[in-house]
């Protein structure tokens, strides 16, 4: 940059001219149309690259849903194809009778289903409740120490969560806590970083609105209740899918705390999937699809595949429905859950 | 003292000039003088204001008097802030504040098992032992080792983040050049974001997955897609994701090149999304008047690229980095998705998080206690480094 700028700037600038020029002297509709075509030549360009993008993006679920309704035999062909030639819709049926048994204890997807829901909906209901009234109290009410409490909560918010995890284990496993729903519930009630989220919208309320309530006779609740939630509703919203789909995507410490009928979608997804039911079953038969053609312990892809498939589709179904609210939550926080 | 000093130091408040005007030298110390007698003057009227029998004030009406207990109700009544918060404390007591402490004692206690009823546990006395057992991989329990879990969470993480971001950051050029459909691609790119990681792992391995009764390429049923697309250049099919996958040894270290690269292609597909939408966003944010006057200078694409755009987003790139980083650190899911629950063969793709909850489910709860602790001293050190590179980044206009 130390150059000098006068001398730089005369050679570029005649060097520009002259590109225009061309041999035969200044051709306006020429360049124009030229330029044209360098540009439709560009679009094309961008369009191939992105739709090559969103192909490799999106193969993955192609990929699940077919194999899903794969026979294993054509899941397994030297040549894989990209469309089924049959449809199996036995895997589903298959899966949904498939009982997990690596502990001794048997779960069926049915139970695995029902502990998912209502440990969604509970710590969801539970930890918007909390999240809601902290995030009140520390944008609003006055109390001692209100600050030196908020700063010590975002400093939580430094250590990697994996560092609670070994505490909380014993400390579960000493309060006698394994396998309830409890567990899986409480220790993720509190997000910090959804009350620091909360609080800021909470802020930007004017304090007049508050004052106004205050001399219409309504108490720090029902100022809560009518106004502030009302107000803050798109986040609230972003706030509680998140949420859910975190909880619907736990793994770890379900698979620590809890032993296999009280654990979630992801645990029971995780297992192997064969052809069989096993003997320790409440159904007892032996029902197969493929009657013995794969052996008993050998785990089978395509059903892993409509296992999967059984696990992603209903958030991705959630996401069609909300898209707005999760892309914006999903850019204001960051985070899964 | 002369008359004349008595004289100004009783009077000098209320005169407005002086009777006799005095030399500089002189006023100087007559000044001095009134000042230090008016300073004992003051303590004097202090001290004795404190034994004169006050006045009973008087106050604006402040309604009626209160009683003790009243006024006590009231004050409680401005602290209720503390109720309000009372339940998120109460929680967070429990599973953030008593477990951070925990984890600082447990550390240090020598071969550390918990008992899972209320007793103390068993340990061997205090010290640093739990760490050197940690760091050299002598546990004597034939869990995951934790250097090689170390190796591999570095390697994967600073691999697949700056790809993952440079992919990120063409896409979102690209997307951001176009009009026509944005809002349907955006939609395709977020999906990744929403799977789950076990499950988007398994379907990654069944790409990879070579399916055959001994395990190797010949006589296979299928050799997997990927190994399919690359035969078609001539390339070997490659076990990728198996017992049998190919490895490189350094010394007691193992590298299992191949499942790095399915690793890694999976992380960059998973960690797209996010980083698209911020991209994305940030770039739509710019003023649309820098590409306006850079259109008028005859500016070509590339420079707008360089020169404006990633100027103008340097600080969502370093965010995503950061996060990103931070995130890669703690990965640990979706390995157990694409090479099952025991992480590759006898843990050689074990991350540092694995490593925790290998010695969790083994009950050797010191040594995951120490463990934390060195995953959680390594975080700091990259936090800390980030922020001085970033730093001097975003302050680059």
């Given at each position: 940059m130390a150059r000098n700028r006068n001398s730089v700037s005369a050679d570029t600038v005649v060097g520009k001219w002259d590109l225009s020029a061309g041999d035969e002297g200044f051709d306006a509709e020429k360049v124009q149309k030229r330029e044209k075509t360098k540009q439709i030549v560009k679009n094309v360009l961008v369009y191939i690259f992105l739709t090559i993008c969103a192909l490799l993006a999106f193969l993955p679920f192609y990929w699940m849903i077919i194999s899903s309704i794969k026979t294993e035999d054509e899941f397994r062909q030297t040549v894989p194809t990209f469309f089924p030639h049959s449809f199996q819709w036995k895997n589903y049926w298959m899966i949904f009778h498939q009982v997990t048994t690596t502990t001794g204890s048997a779960a069926s997807f049915g139970q695995i289903l029902i502990n998912t829901l209502v440990v969604g909906f509970l710590s969801t209901f539970l930890g918007l409740v909390v999240i809601v009234i902290t995030a009140y109290a520390l944008a609003r009410m006055k109390f001692k120490g209100k600050n030196l409490l908020f700063a010590i909560m975002l400093a939580t918010m430094m250590i990697p969560g994996e560092l609670f995890t070994v505490s909380n284990y014993i400390t579960v496993a000493k309060l006698n806590m394994m396998?309830?729903?409890?567990?899986?519930?409480?220790?993720?009630?509190?997000?910090?970083?959804?009350?620091?989220?909360?609080?800021?919208?909470?802020?930007?309320?004017?304090?007049?609105?508050?004052?106004?309530?205050?001399?219409?006779?309504?108490?720090?609740?029902?100022?809560?209740?009518?106004?502030?939630?009302?107000?803050?509703?798109?986040?609230?919203?972003?706030?509680?899918?998140?949420?859910?789909?975190?909880?619907?995507?736990s793994y770890i410490w379900p698979r620590l705390v809890n032993t296999e009928p009280w654990q979630m979608i992801t645990n029971w997804v995780s297992g192997g999937f064969v052809d069989r039911r096993q003997p320790t079953s409440p159904w007892g038969d032996n029902w197969t699809i493929y009657s013995g053609q794969y052996g008993s312990s050998e785990p089978l892809d395509t059903l892993k595949m409509a296992a999967v498939c059984m696990v992603s589709l209903p958030l991705l179904i959630l996401f069609l429905f909300c898209r707005k609210y999760i892309m914006r939550g999903v850019s204001k926080s960051g985070t899964k859950g | 003292m002369t008359e004349d000093e008595k004289d100004i130091i009783e009077n000098e408040p209320q005169t407005e000039a002086p009777k006799k005007k005095h030399n500089k030298f002189t006023q100087y110390f007559i000044n001095l003088g009134a000042r230090i007698k008016g300073w004992f003057v003051d303590k004097i009227e202090a001290v004795k204001d404190v034994f004169r029998k006050k006045p009973k004030d008087v106050y604006a009406y402040d309604g009626p008097q209160l009683s003790k207990g009243e006024k006590f109700r009231r004050g409680l009544k401005s602290q209720s802030g503390w109720l309000f918060v009372a339940p998120a404390l109460v929680l967070m007591a429990i599973f953030t504040f008593y477990p951070i402490i925990a984890a600082f004692i447990g550390a240090f206690k020598q071969d550390y098992v918990a008992s899972d009823n209320m007793g103390q546990g068993s340990f061997n006395g205090w010290g640093f032992a739990n760490f050197g057992h940690v760091w050299t991989g002598d546990t004597g329990t034939g869990g995951a080792d934790f250097v090689q879990c170390l190796v591999n969470t570095l390697v994967l993480t600073f691999i697949s983040v700056p790809l993952s971001t440079l992919l990120a950051l063409l896409i979102s050029v690209a997307l951001n050049s176009i009009k026509r459909v944005q809002k349907a691609y955006q939609t395709i790119f977020f999906l990744p974001y929403l799977t789950n990681a076990l499950a988007m792992g398994a379907v990654f391995a069944t790409f990879f997955k070579i399916i055959s009764p001994t395990g190797t390429a010949e006589n296979a049923e299928t050799v997997g897609l990927v190994n399919i697309v690359l035969g078609w250049f001539g390339i070997e099919p490659v076990n990728w994701v198996g017992g049998l996958s190919p490895t490189w040894q350094i010394g007691s270290l193992t590298i299992p090149w191949a499942k790095y690269i399915v690793a890694i292609i999976y992380e960059v597909w998973s960690g797209l999304p996010f980083k698209i939408l911020i991209l994305f966003s940030a770039m739509q944010s710019i003023n649309k008047q820098y590409y306006d006057a850079a259109k008028v200078d005859g500016a070509s694409r590339w420079t707008v690229l360089w020169k404006i755009t990633a100027p103008m987003i340097m600080p969502q790139i370093s965010y995503l980095l950061v996060t990103g980083i931070m995130g890669g650190m703690k990965q640990y899911s979706a390995i157990i998705g694409l090479f099952g629950p025991s992480m590759g063969l006898n843990y050689d793709m074990g991350t540092m998080v694995g490593y925790l909850y290998n010695y969790i489910s083994l009950g050797q709860t010191g040594y995951a206690f120490a463990g934390s602790l060195m995953l959680f001293v390594i975080i700091m050190i990259i936090t800390f480094i980030n922020n001085k590179i970033t730093k001097k980044r975003t302050t680059y206009r």
């Open positions: 396998d309830t729903y409890t567990v899986l519930i409480l220790p993720f009630l509190v997000s910090v970083y959804y009350i620091y989220l909360l609080r800021n919208n909470f802020m930007q309320i004017p304090d007049s609105l508050y004052q106004a309530a205050k001399i219409d006779g309504l108490s720090d609740m029902g100022y809560l209740l009518k106004v502030m939630i009302p107000l803050t509703a798109p986040t609230l919203i972003s706030i509680t899918l998140l949420k859910f789909i975190g909880t619907w995507n | -």
